[in-house]
């Protein structure tokens, strides 16, 4: 397991990063990054809080559900704007970053229908981070702060993903090629309401996938189209418990779990696929 320094640059003084030597990366003026013993690199900037990201459980939840197929539909829906020409104009293999990559669920698909895609890994939990990896061996990984400058060189990505994932626009346009695009999937209000109906799960703003635009614009993207997802799944309570258990919503799981009956429901599966390029203007 090794990672491709060409995708990374210093937290600190934001100069390229590079092998030191087998276990040790760092940067021409000395800052020093130990790669784990499960093959990621640590690159937070000075100061940064102290959040961990997604806990262990959440992630557990996450990959109980995803290794079921539950959002094969999703993923299907990714690997094909991924694979779109335009995407792969850039000369030499496609290079994906995944922030935010939680369980490492897309960026495995995709590296299974791509097989030759250089593949970034990264998100705020070492754990995530970790879990990733061994989803998408191949794949570099780097614990990071998503909402500070990136650990991420300039124009090194032709494709970034961010699903389910916080969002840092300005630096989404920096690391990004400009013939490249930034994939974006945003729950819709349908989106598990039955859970929410029964106070397993926040509410979801109205129009999100608009409020993205918006906060996408203000760094010089607009918006290609992407389509919108939507099918109903019948759950029992196993699969209702995990549903609610996967994200921010995971601390009402318990008491979904203490008060729903064994039977099978249906449940509505709906998010957004949003592409955004480049605007010709910026």
Request: aromatic share 6%; charged share 25%.
């Amino acid at each position: 397991m090794s990672i491709d320094s060409t995708w990374l640059r210093c937290p600190n003084c934001f100069s390229a990063v590079d092998p030191v030597d087998e276990r040790v990366y760092g940067c021409a003026n000395g800052h020093r990054f130990d790669r784990s013993k499960f093959g990621y690199l640590t690159l937070l900037p000075p100061r940064a809080p102290r959040t961990i990201g997604d806990d262990r459980d959440m992630l557990a939840a996450r990959a109980g559900l995803l290794d079921r197929g539950v959002f094969a539909p999703i993923s299907d829906a990714l690997i094909s704007l991924v694979a779109d020409d335009r995407t792969t104009a850039s000369s030499g293999a496609l290079r994906v970053a995944d922030l935010g990559c939680g369980t490492g669920y897309y960026s495995a698909r995709i590296s299974d229908s791509i097989p030759s895609a250089r593949i970034l890994l990264a998100d705020r939990s070492p754990d995530a981070v970790r879990m990733a990896l061994r989803a998408v061996p191949r794949a570099s990984g780097v614990v990071l702060d998503i909402w500070r400058p990136l650990p991420i060189a300039d124009a090194t990505a032709d494709a970034i993903l961010n699903v389910f994932a916080p969002r840092n626009p300005a630096e989404f346009r920096r690391i990004l090629r400009h013939d490249g695009r930034v994939i974006v999937v945003v729950p819709t209000a349908a989106h598990l309401s039955e859970l929410r109906a029964r106070g397993a799960l926040l509410d979801i703003p109205a129009e999100k996938d608009s409020a993205v635009a918006e906060q996408l614009g203000a760094a010089g993207f607009s918006r290609r189209g992407g389509p919108r997802v939507e099918y109903r799944i019948e759950a029992d309570a196993e699969l209702r418990a995990r549903l609610a258990g996967m994200g921010p919503s995971a601390h009402h799981a318990a008491a979904l779990a203490a008060t729903d009956g064994g039977e099978l429901a249906t449940v509505t599966v709906s998010v957004d696929v949003l592409s955004f390029e480049v605007a010709e203007s910026s």
